[in-house]
């Protein structure tokens, strides 16, 4: 895969883990605002503000809704529902009980759900920030001075407002920690995205080579051997013409399995590219190498690959090498690649190692 496909692979990726990430956040809203409302109907109810106890029943079964919404992939109406709920209720609570109450806190928590929001038309965000802030001075203008609706003492009133102002804050740090956790997660899947074959999970081309640059380095600091072995599957065309593409991805896959499990921690394995296999080994001479690969060889021989009912036989060519003093790193993957050459030419299924 060239870079250009890669590099718009990667953006692909990237927007679709975000805004999966910011759509499992709005799971977590609607779960969050729902339990938040269940408690203040309890709360209003004990207070003697009966009609904002019925309000946050009403708020409940919204919230409810727009968590199914979600779940259905009704996304726009789900958030249309908790933005207009979240406005709503703060509007009647504050004129309910009070400026006082600190009601009017809750609009602050829609402000980092819009700036995260994945949406196609980008003046829609200052819009609505636009729109909240016009909401927010229309409320402190028009309601601050108002007697309201449900008079509760200014011991309670206080209470509320700090308490309020409370669970602003940890709403806010809960969801901001909720969404900095998915996107986390979205970038360390990027990376592997990155970094790994996909149907092998290997290492890919490019990735090894940084690997190879960096073992070329200790290298040269410690002068200890550096050996590269390239391993190509025999006559897999033919597996893919008589089993069929699936059947030589099983292949692959098995293969892959058995390359990972069987080398040394420090060791890296890379699918090079089709069916051709890149080892990496520090502190391995030509010898060891080859002794290794001779090993992987027969391992790999001894395996039949289950596919819909059959079983396929492998078998391997490996091709081994050594870096040498103040050479680049393409120089020793060659001469492996010439070895394994001379091992398809004489028989396959054998290790030929460079002459030294």
Known sequence: MDREPQSLLSRQFTNRNTASAFW??????????GATHVMFLGLFYGLGA???????????????????CLKQRLNLLAVGLIVTEILAHAALAVRAIGWDSGFHYYLLVVV??????????????????????????????????????????????????????????????????????????????????????PLTHLLNRRSLMEVAEYELVQRKRNHAPLAFVLADIDHFKG????????????????????????????????????????????????????????????????????????????????????????ESIDEPVNRADTALYKGKLSGRNQVVAEVA
């Open 239 to 326: 597996i893919n013409d008589e089993f069929g593409h699936a059947a030589g991805d099983a292949v692959l896959t098995a293969v892959s399995v058995l390359l990972r499990q069987a080398l040394r921690e420090q060791d890296s394995v890379a699918r090079w590219g089709g069916e051709e296999f890149l080892i990496l080994m520090p502190n391995a001479t030509l010898e060891m190498a080859s002794t290794v690969a001779e090993r992987l060889r027969q391992q790999i021989a001894a395996v039949e690959v289950p596919f819909e009912g059959k079983q396929i036989k492998v078998s391997m060519t490996f091709g081994v090498s050594c870096h040498h003093d103040d």
């Open 24 to 33: 499992k956040l709005m799971h977590k809203v609607a779960v969050v605002a």
């Open 112 to 197: 980092p759900v819009v700036v995260i929001s994945r949406m196609k038309v980008r003046a829609f965000r200052p819009l609505l920030i636009g729109l909240l802030l016009a909401v927010y001075l229309g409320m402190d203008y028009n309601l601050r001075g108002l007697q309201p609706y449900d008079h509760i003492s200014t011991e309670a009133l206080t209470a509320l407002r700090y308490f309020n102002i409370a669970v602003t804050v940890l709403l806010l740090t809960y969801l901001s920690n909720i969404y900095l956790q998915l996107v986390t997660k979205a970038e360390k899947d990027l990376r592997v995205l990155a970094t790994t074959d």
């Open 50 to 68: 009966h009609s904002l106890a019925w309000v946050n029943l009403g708020s409940v079964v919204l919230f409810a809704t727009s968590y199914l």
